[in-house]
């Protein structure tokens, strides 16, 4: 059974999610290994999905919001019902602070 899951990720800045990834609260009722399966890429990035689970999603350049994509895990007999991984990309701050020293006359 595939257990959708949420991961937040900065603007500009790849993801990498290590293995069990995606798989980490997924099961089986014969406990067989799961693979992963992308069944829907995201819309605003690229996506690498690993079969153990782990993942690397790179916003797109500038991007930030959300996004998702869809995966199903396999057992080598069957596959689950696809689930939604929703990724929030959050911007990054380009203000730029300049600090002057104070000068105090005696």
Not at 42 to 56: R, V
Not at 69 to 97: C, E, G, K, N
């Amino acid at each position: 059974t595939a257990v959708a899951d949420s991961y937040a990720a900065m603007q500009d800045m790849p993801l990498v999610v290590a293995a069990p990834g995606v798989l980490g609260n997924d099961t089986d009722p014969e406990n067989d290994p799961l693979t992963a399966d992308l069944v829907t890429p995201p819309t605003h990035g690229t996506l690498h999905l690993q079969l153990d689970g782990g993942f690397t999603y790179t916003p797109t350049v500038g991007y930030n919001g959300a996004d998702s994509f869809t995966y199903r895990a396999y057992d080598a007999q069957a596959y689950s019902p696809p689930v939604t991984v929703q990724l929030m990309v959050t911007a990054v701050s380009t203000d730029t602070y300049i600090y002057l020293p104070v000068l105090r006359r005696p």
